[in-house]
């Protein structure tokens, strides 16, 4: 069982910055990929970003160049840097655990909130 809790979520003004971190119980964190997603009202949940245990990243490509994918094994921390935010980035972020074929644990959700 692995338990992942997001923090970091905000109001901000469009073009500022946010950096939300989800810390992960377990002690094989490194081997899970973990993965960023978000939900915007009255819109589906959505893929933003993942990293795999030894680094390799991917994008959505509405968020490619803005936003950047990281972790930290020693802590069983992953972030989620996020520049030039845009009112439509506005959602609840959720992060989750798994392997390459789905996740299996998710958070319960940070706000982010971007205003023009």
């Known amino acids: 069982q692995v338990h992942v809790v997001e923090s970091g979520g905000g109001l901000v003004q469009a073009g500022g910055s946010l950096r939300l971190s989800c810390a992960a119980s377990g002690r094989t964190f490194s081997n899970y990929y973990m993965g960023w997603f978000r939900r915007a009202p009255g819109r589906d949940r959505e893929f933003v970003a993942s990293?795999?245990?030894?680094?390799?990243?991917t994008y959505a490509d509405s968020v490619k160049g803005r936003f950047t994918i990281s972790r930290d094994n020693a802590k069983n921390t992953v972030y989620l840097q996020m520049n030039s935010l845009k009112p439509e980035d506005t959602a609840v972020y959720y992060c989750?655990?798994?392997?390459?074929?789905?996740?299996?644990?998710w958070g319960q959700g940070t706000q982010v909130t971007v205003s023009s």
């Open positions: 990293i795999s245990g030894s680094g390799g990243t």
């Open positions: 989750a655990a798994g392997g390459t074929v789905a996740y299996t644990y």
